[in-house]
C-alpha cells in the first residue's frame, strides 16, 4: 500500500433527495461481445428529469453481465474478450452441460464482472469520465434478448 | 463492440424516495460453498414494506463475497467453485500465512467477486430474473459467522 | 450449495431518507498499488453528517479501479497485486498499444475488479467490518491524478 502523495476533496454539496424513477431496458444482442449502452442510459436520465443522484443499472440474467469500460479504441473490447475467455476456457473440465459449451464460462464471466453498475448523477449528468463507456456484455455465442432495470435515485423534476 | 440490434425502453415511473429501511442478516456457514440467500431478503422485503426502490446487500468481511446467479443446476455452483479454485489457487507461492492456505485465495476470490449487491425493487418485489438467486460465498474451508447489512432505499409504508 | 446452518436478522429500522450528498474527492497516485482511502470517506460521513444511508464510490477511470479488502495485514495486497498481474500479465498477445504494455492489462484488472462500491451508513458511521478498508487500485506503473466521486444518499443534518 502507497499513502497517497496528495489528496483533495470539493466541500460536499446536498439537495434533497426525493424521487425513483424505474425504466425497463430491453436489449436484443447479435451474440457474444459488447453493447454500448452508454447513449441510451444518458437519455433515460434525461427522461427521468434527473439532476442530482445516481443511476443503478441491473441485468436480470446470469450468463450476460455489465462493465464501465474504455470508450475510444475498439481494440481494447477485443482484448477483454480474449482476457475472459482465457478465464473461462470452454471444454476446461466443467460438468457435461446441455446448454452447450459456451454456457457454463457465460455463469463464470458473469460472476467476474458485473450484474449491477452504480453510476452519480451530477448537475443533471452522468458523472462518467471522459474515456468511460456502458457496456452490456453478452457472453453466450448466440444472440439473446436481455433486460436491464434502469433505476434513477435522487431529486429530479 | 456491436451495435444493439433493436433496444426498447419503458416509459420511466417515478414515486417519491421516503424511506431507509436497514437490517443485518447473520448467517453461518457451515465452510467453503454458496448459501443462497434469495428467501430471505425477499422477506426483508416484505417486512420493510418496500415497493419501489432498491436493496443493497453488503457484507462486512473479506474472505466471504457476494453474488447473483443461475439458481436452476446446482452443478453450476460445483463449477463456479472450481472456476474460483483455478483462479486463486493454494500454495501459489503466496507470502507464509499463519491464517491457513485457504486465506490467500480467500481474499483474491473476494476481490473477484463482489462486496456489495444492488437489487432494484418494483411493484414491492425483487427484480431479480426467473434464473437469478442472490448468494453468499464462503471462501474459507472452515465454518464461520458472516454478518451482512441489508438496506433498502425508496418508498415504503 | 448449502442451507444455512443458522440465520438470523434484526428487526428492520427505518428513517427518513432526505438527502443526496455530493463531493469529489482526487487521490496523486503513485503509480501501481494500493491506496488507503478508508479514512478520507470517514471524513466525508462526517462532513455530510449523514445518519443512515449509504455513501457510493464512483472511479472516473477504466486502468484505475476500487475494492475492499483486509486491512491489518500489508503483504495481503502484495499478494493481491501478485494476482491481478497473474490473471492480466503483460506481453500476452494483447494487440500492440501505443499506450505501453502495463494499458492493456490495467482495463482488465479494472474489469475484474469495481468501479463503483456502496457501503451502507448506520448511526452515523461506515458499517465496514473490523477488517475491513476501502482502496483504490492504481493498474498504471506511472503516477496519475485519479478522480473518485463519493456521494450519500439517506438521512443527513
Known amino acids: 500500500m502507497t499513502a497517497p ?3 483533495s476533496r470539493t466541500t460536499p454539496s446536498t439537495v434533497a433527495a426525493n424521487s425513483i424513477v424505474s425504466s ?3 436489449v436484443q444482442t447479435s451474440g457474444a461481445g459488447f453493447t454500448d449502452l452508454t447513449s441510451e442510459v444518458a437519455k433515460f436520465v434525461r427522461d427521468a428529469r434527473a439532476r442530482e ?3 443503478t443499472l441491473f441485468i436480470r440474467h446470469t450468463s450476460a453481465s455489465l462493465t464501465i469500460q474504455e470508450n ?3 481494440t481494447v473490447l477485443v482484448d477483454l474478450t480474449t482476457a475472459l475467455n482465457r ?3 470452454e471444454n476446461a473440465g466443467w460438468r457435461p452441460d ?3 459449451p459456451d454456457d457454463m ?3 463464470i464471466k458473469t460472476m467476474l464482472t458485473a450484474t449491477s453498475l452504480h453510476i452519480p448523477v451530477l448537475q443533471g449528468a452522468l458523472a462518467l469520465g471522459t ?3 456502458v457496456y452490456l456484455i453478452e457472453h453466450r455465442a448466440r444472440p439473446h434478448r436481455r433486460e436491464i432495470v434502469l433505476q434513477f435515485v435522487g431529486s429530479a423534476g
Chains 1, 2, 3 share one sequence.
Open 5 to 7: 502523495k496528495s489528496l
Open 24 to 26: 425497463l431496458l430491453a
Open 53 to 55: 443522484g445516481a443511476v
Open 72 to 74: 475510444a479504441d475498439p
Open 87 to 89: 478465464l473461462a476456457p
Open 98 to 100: 446441455t446448454e452447450g
Open 105 to 107: 464460462p457465460a455463469h
Open 131 to 133: 474515456w468511460q463507456a
